[in-house]
């Protein structure tokens, strides 16, 4: 038996953390742009008009202007994170906002929220990429170029990935009542649904107990497939009525016992519900570890290129 003090800590923390799911489904009415989205494709709509303007005169520039105009652009993109993960960066900014009058120390710190520190990463990060396609018309590519101009286009490419993540899953996820925002939640709610089925059913008939093991106990105990999960989130229907279908439709066959079985039913439909919770949750976060991994790998190639130019050119 769970105890009821850990439960209650639970349903708090889980109460408090259910929170953040309507934040996030708000933020494009609170944040600076509404659809990241459709901002990126813009920034991106820009550069191609751009490059096709400045050809000659990015022509004028050479390789090194350029490259070091790529690099910089990334540099600034790449301070995103880190004011994202550490608080330095906003305690100058504090400082520097408490000496200045009130009215410009509010639109200063205004300025520091996290959403416009993000417009400005997906900003830079889609710009960046006009220097870089300037840079790349000089010379031949070697591997490592050609591995490195690869790379960047993932990057950017994974980018545009997450903001169509966050501009839609939030939003989803709180329309289909996904009831969840943390993954421990999920597994102790599913543990907890799993426990309640099998004290359910002690102490009825064999014929029912052989359904339940058939055909509930798999649900409880296993996980939906990624691509009816996946399916379920683009199409916002819930995957839990069609899971369970078969099981349900054997319940007006045991009698007395039905309503014990519809109930153990409905246990398999929440297990499913969660297990899409769950799917939810890890698809809002992977694009972003595919992200991190991009940019590490860029910023590695970078170091070997920018190390090489600087050696063959005797510096």
Same mark, same amino acid.
């Given at each position: 038996?769970?105890?009821?003090?850990?439960?209650?800590?639970?349903?708090?923390?889980?109460?408090?953390?259910?929170?953040?799911?309507?934040?996030?489904?708000?933020?494009?009415?609170?944040?600076?742009?509404?659809?990241?989205?459709?901002?990126?494709?813009?920034?991106?709509?820009?550069?191609?008009?751009?490059?096709?303007?400045?050809?000659?005169? &990015? &022509?004028?520039?050479?390789?090194?202007?350029?490259?070091?105009?790529?690099? +910089?652009?990334?540099?600034?993109?790449?301070?995103?994170?880190?004011?994202?993960?550490?608080?330095?960066?906003?305690?100058?900014?504090?400082?520097?906002?408490?000496?200045?009058?009130?009215?410009?120390?509010?639109?200063?710190?205004?300025?520091?929220?996290?959403?416009?520190?993000?417009?400005?990463?997906?900003?830079?990060?889609?710009?960046?990429?006009?220097?870089?396609?300037?840079?790349?018309?000089?010379?031949?590519?070697?591997?490592?170029?050609?591995?490195?101009?690869?790379?960047?286009?993932?990057?950017?490419?994974?980018?545009?990935?997450?903001?169509?993540?966050?501009?839609?899953?939030?939003?989803?996820?709180?329309?289909?009542?996904?009831?969840?925002?943390?993954?421990?939640?999920?597994?102790?709610? +599913?543990?907890?649904?799993?426990?309640?089925?099998?004290?359910?059913?002690?102490?009825?008939?064999?014929?029912?107990?052989?359904?339940?093991?058939?055909?509930?106990?798999?649900?409880?105990?296993?996980?939906?497939?990624?691509?009816?999960?996946?399916?379920?989130?683009?199409?916002?229907?819930?995957?839990?009525?069609?899971?369970?279908?078969?099981?349900?439709?054997?319940?007006?066959?045991?009698?007395?016992? +039905?309503?014990?079985?519809?109930?153990?039913?409905?246990?398999?439909?929440?297990?499913?519900?969660?297990?899409?919770?769950?799917?939810?949750?890890?698809?809002?976060?992977?694009?972003?570890?595919?992200?991190?991994?991009?940019?590490? +790998?860029?910023?590695?190639?970078?170091?070997?290129?920018?190390?090489?130019?600087?050696?063959?050119?005797?510096?």
């Amino acid at each position: 038996m769970r105890s009821p003090i850990a439960a209650a800590e639970r349903s708090d923390a889980g109460k408090a953390a259910r929170i953040q799911i309507g934040e996030a489904a708000a933020r494009r009415h609170t944040a600076p742009i509404a659809s990241m989205l459709f901002w990126g494709a813009l920034c991106a709509s820009t550069v191609i008009a751009l490059h096709k303007l400045s050809a000659g005169w &990015a &022509a004028r520039q050479g390789s090194y202007r350029t490259g070091v105009l790529t690099v +910089s652009v990334f540099l600034l993109a790449a301070l995103y994170p880190v004011r994202k993960y550490t608080l330095r960066l906003s305690l100058h900014w504090l400082r520097l906002a408490s000496r200045l009058p009130r009215a410009w120390a509010v639109r200063l710190l205004l300025l520091d929220r996290l959403e416009t520190w993000r417009v400005v990463h997906v900003t830079l990060g889609v710009f960046a990429m006009l220097p870089f396609w300037w840079h790349t018309q000089f010379g031949r590519r070697s591997l490592l170029e050609l591995a490195l101009e690869i790379l960047l286009m993932l990057l950017v490419l994974s980018g545009f990935l997450g903001t169509m993540v966050e501009d839609f899953l939030p939003a989803r996820m709180l329309k289909m009542g996904n009831p969840e925002v943390r993954l421990e939640d999920v597994e102790a709610a +599913s543990h907890g649904l799993y426990v309640e089925a099998e004290e359910l059913v002690l102490g009825h008939s064999e014929a029912l107990v052989h359904s339940y093991l058939l055909f509930v106990r798999p649900i409880l105990a296993g996980s939906q497939p990624s691509r009816t999960l996946l399916w379920a989130t683009l199409t916002g229907n819930s995957p839990a009525s069609a899971v369970c279908e078969p099981a349900r439709l054997l319940a007006g066959g045991f009698g007395a016992e +039905s309503a014990a079985f519809y109930h153990l039913v409905n246990i398999a439909e929440r297990k499913v519900n969660l297990d899409h919770n769950q799917f939810n949750l890890r698809l809002s976060t992977a694009w972003l570890r595919l992200h991190r991994r991009l940019a590490i +790998s860029v910023l590695v190639l970078i170091i070997f290129h920018v190390t090489g130019v600087l050696y063959f050119a005797g510096i």
